[in-house]
């Protein structure tokens, strides 16, 4: 689940999509997505092309909470597996999740778009 929903963000140019395994760190949730966006639009777009991509799996996930959506800025979508949050860069500089959970290790995610240009060469 996580995979797909990393490759729905990286499909609407998310920047930084990084999936941290927070499992052993946290008991509510397996994993944390985060991207980023420039503006406010694309974030919401993320969040859009992340809800309907797992909405399209075949065990149809729904998040259980969703906040954030009105303002744009940081959108947060919570799966109970994964926790997807979806920042302004100017959020996810500030408040720096990438660091605060620094001692997670992550789950490798690639770009399906990137994967032929970089075995080509």
Same mark, same amino acid.
């Given at each position: 689940?996580?995979?797909? *929903? $990393? +490759? $729905? *963000?990286?499909?609407?140019?998310?920047?930084?999509?990084v999936?941290?395994?927070v $499992?052993?760190?946290?008991v509510?949730?397996?994993a944390f997505?985060l991207?980023?966006? %420039?503006?406010?639009?694309?974030?919401l777009a993320?969040?859009?092309?992340? +809800?309907?991509?797992?909405?399209?799996?075949p065990?149809?996930?729904?998040?259980v909470?969703r906040e954030? /959506?009105? $303002?744009?800025r940081w959108?947060?979508?919570?799966? =109970?597996? =994964?926790?997807? @949050?979806?920042? @302004?860069t /100017?959020?996810r /500089?500030f408040?720096?999740?990438?660091?605060?959970?620094?001692?997670? %290790?992550?789950?490798p995610?690639?770009d399906?778009?990137?994967? %032929?240009?970089?075995?080509g /060469?």
């Open positions: 689940m996580a995979q797909t *929903a $990393a +490759q $729905a *963000a990286a499909d609407k140019k998310a920047e930084g999509v999936i941290l395994d $499992a052993d760190q946290l509510i949730t397996d997505l991207a980023s966006a %420039p503006n406010e639009r694309q974030v993320i969040s859009d092309a992340i +809800q309907e991509s797992l909405l399209a799996l065990e149809k996930a729904k998040p909470r954030g /959506e009105r $303002a744009g959108v947060l979508l919570d799966y =109970i597996d =994964i926790v997807v @949050h979806i920042q @302004h /100017e959020e /500089e408040y720096a999740l990438d660091r605060l959970w620094k001692d997670c %290790p992550t789950i995610f690639h399906r778009d990137l994967q %032929p240009a970089e075995s /060469e």
